[in-house]
């Protein structure tokens, strides 16, 4: 399956209950070859309603993360959700939806074959490392998943209510950096 028959069919999914609430479904946004993939929960009102993950002010403090680091949402990485439906009131998505949706996502993993991939927050991390994934104490860590290194920051959204956590994130995102200049070093020559 290629990219454009990938977004074809997850934009007309009705999987679970979230197609009936939806404005849009929100696919990805990135580089189609990236070697670096985050990786959120799902979408918030403002990417509900625009068609684009990390949009709002918590998609805004994503893109000064990565700028601190020197990547680009448009140029080398790729931003994607568990879900690609905004759950009712941006409550966290069920387990029947994350079930639902997540071959979606490991479909796109599948055709970016990312050296790393950045959980964003909790959710992502259980759904992707592993289910008991605390992010107070593994944020930050690396972790081989099928040959493929893992790591989780905290969610951008967690970080605006809870400034404390920001000084953690900006040691999480030297560390990431350090990372991808090891494994995916071509990532900074992208775009």
């Not at 993360?65 to 140029?75: F, N, Q, S, T």
């Not at 941006?90 to 387990?95: K, Q, T, V």
């Not at 490991?106 to 259980?126: K, S, T």
Request: hydrophobic share 40%; proline share 6%.
């Amino acid at each position: 399956m290629t990219w454009e028959e990938l977004e074809r069919s997850c934009k007309r999914c009705e999987k679970c209950a979230l197609c009936d609430t939806r404005t849009n479904v929100v696919f990805g946004v990135g580089n189609k070859n990236a070697r670096v993939l985050f990786v959120g929960e799902g979408p918030g009102e403002n990417e509900d309603l625009q068609g684009e993950p990390f949009v709002g002010r918590g998609g805004q403090l994503l893109d000064v993360m990565l700028e601190i680091i020197g990547l680009d949402r448009k140029k080398n990485v790729y931003i994607a959700n568990i879900v690609k439906c905004r759950p009712p009131k941006n409550r966290d998505p069920l387990g029947v939806e994350q079930e639902a949706c997540i071959g979606w996502l490991r479909e796109q993993i599948r055709l970016l074959r990312p050296e790393i991939v950045v959980c964003l927050g909790r959710i992502a991390a259980q759904v992707l490392i592993k289910p008991d994934f605390k992010i107070t104490s593994e944020h930050g860590k690396f972790f081989d998943v099928d040959g493929v290194t893992y790591t989780a920051l905290y969610h951008p959204a967690a970080l605006l209510r809870d400034p404390r956590k920001k000084p953690d994130t900006f040691v999480d995102l030297k560390a990431l950096q350090e990372k991808i200049l090891q494994l995916a070093p071509e990532v900074y020559s992208a775009g």
